[in-house]
Structure formats: C-alpha cells, structure tokens
C-alpha cells in the first residue's frame, strides 16, 4: 500500500438524517463519520468488526471531535467520503474525513470531520501504546500533507 493512500467509500445522506431547509442535520456528519471510520476498521485495521469494537486487548475512545461545513450536504446525494490518516502518536491517531460533491462541476468540500481515538487498557482505562501491526496500517494512511 502506497503511504498517503486515502479510503473513499460512496455516502448517502438520507430524508431523516436533515433539518427542516433539506440540509444535512449538523450532528450528522460525525454518525456518517463514525460510519465511515467502522469500514475502514474492517476493511484495513483488523479482520472482523469485533477484533476492534469488541477487543478485550483495548478500547478506543474518542477523545476529541471537530466538524467543519463548507456546503450543505443535502438528502439523495451521494457523495465521496474520503478518510485519510493526520496523525499517529504512541496511544492515539487523528482520523480526518471529507465529503465532497463531484457531482458539482468542480469537486466541492461540503464537510470535514476530524476525530481522534486513544487506545486505552480496557481494564484501567490508562493508555496504552498502540500496537505495532495496526500502528503500521495506519501509517500506511497517513496523509501527506
């Protein structure tokens, strides 16, 4: 895997996820974050779903989150979601995720979202470093910018 590779998967926003003007509820971009996230987990961290959200090895919660809105993001659209790597430290990485308009006759950034998770002992709840294959395939993510 080339360093800087970025993870896309198409992004839906449904009829109940916006407000009353047809515009992608505010709160909503981090759930279609997250969703995102959890596909990149099974799809390049780890080989089932459980082996992260349901690990007895580590937990991982988020300790910060941000979004940033550039367009609305409006019901029936798809859109690209791009999920790239900011970030790894020992305990922690920074998760960044676009969602951009192709449709639009030039690419448009409608919405960013950036999280950061830190491993965690699942017992303690101290961090803990992250381990070294996983560490490897995040890097492997880790954009350059």
Not at 109 to 116: D, G, S, T
């Amino acid at each position: 895997m080339i360093p800087g590779t970025i993870f896309r998967r198409t992004v839906s926003v449904r009829f109940d996820e916006a407000d009353a003007r047809g515009i992608l509820f505010y709160g909503r971009v981090q759930a279609l974050a997250h969703h995102l996230f959890e596909e990149f987990v099974v799809s390049e961290l780890v080989e089932r779903w459980d082996d992260w959200f349901l690990s007895d090895r580590f937990v991982a919660p988020i300790k910060h989150a941000e979004a940033t809105f550039h367009r609305p993001m409006r019901p029936g659209h798809q859109y690209d979601g791009e999920l790239t790597i900011a970030k790894v430290g020992e305990s922690s990485f920074e998760v960044v995720t676009r969602f951009i308009d192709r449709e639009s006759p030039d690419p448009v950034l409608c919405a960013e979202a950036r999280i950061v998770n830190v491993l965690a002992d699942p017992v303690t709840w101290r961090t803990i470093p992250i381990r070294s294959e996983i560490r490897a395939r995040l890097v492997a993510h880790l954009a350059s910018e």
